[in-house]
């Protein structure tokens, strides 16, 4: 189980310093499988919103979005992806952007990806649109809906500006942990379980009372 230490610190106060956490929890007798600090590697994506879409001139099945990134005028960004439509708001890297990647297939490298303008069949694509993948979130943790395609942002979130910074809209960097949950545990099974847990290991106080 996937647990955000931010969810946990909404219940009660547990080290700054992920590394300690960790240690505790398994001396208190959790299981710990790992951590990280997601969204270190998401840097210089925006929130995107897709204005106009047109069909490629010289491919099929790959159409020209035009993108409100928040500068003067909209971007050209060229997909294939068969859920993008006019009014998505959909995470936009542009050129130097960071993404954990992998890009198109390739092998997903431990630094990331560095986002770079290209042409696609002719025409120039001055960026990517995101999938959920693309931007580091694993299959467990993402909605059948954005398993295929781009990570489509509409009504998931209740207001999004075009050009916003996507790791700070989405409060995308967080330390996560993912902990093993025996047979035994079923009381762990929740935030409101780990918060307890984590409590009781840190001989703390609540700071509100899970519900």
């Known amino acids: 189980m996937l647990v955000p230490i931010s969810w946990l610190e909404e219940y009660t106060k547990v080290p700054e310093n992920i590394e300690e956490f960790a240690e505790k929890m398994i001396m208190s007798g959790s299981n710990i499988e790992g951590w990280e600090v997601f969204g270190e590697n998401i840097k210089g994506v925006k929130v995107g919103k897709v204005v106009e879409i047109t069909p490629h001139p010289n491919a099929d099945k790959l159409?020209?979005?035009?993108?409100?990134?928040?500068?003067?005028?909209?971007?050209?960004?060229?997909?294939?992806?068969?859920?993008?439509?006019?009014?998505?708001?959909?995470?936009?890297?542009?050129?130097?952007?960071?993404i954990p990647g992998p890009l198109h297939g390739k092998p997903k490298k431990e630094e990331g990806e560095?986002?770079?303008?290209?042409?696609?069949?002719?025409?120039l694509s001055e960026g990517i649109l995101c999938s959920a993948h693309e931007l580091g979130f694993p299959d467990k943790v993402i909605p059948l809906v954005h398993r295929e395609g781009l990570f489509v942002l509409n009504g998931a979130f209740e207001s999004l500006t075009p050009g916003?910074?996507?790791?700070?809209?989405?409060?995308?960097?967080?330390?996560?942990?993912?902990?093993e949950i025996t047979p035994n545990r079923p009381d762990c099974l929740s935030i409101r379980g780990m918060a307890l847990e984590a409590k009781a290991t840190f001989k703390g106080q609540l700071l509100k009372q899970p519900v």
Request: charge should be neutral.
């Open 63 to 98: 159409v020209v979005c035009k993108v409100d990134v928040g500068e003067n005028k909209p971007v050209n960004v060229i997909t294939g992806a068969p859920n993008v439509f006019t009014g998505a708001f959909i995470p936009c890297a542009l050129p130097g952007a960071r």
């Open 114 to 123: 560095v986002v770079e303008a290209g042409e696609v069949r002719g025409v």
């Open 164 to 179: 916003e910074d996507l790791v700070k809209a989405l409060k995308l960097k967080d330390k996560v942990v993912e902990f």
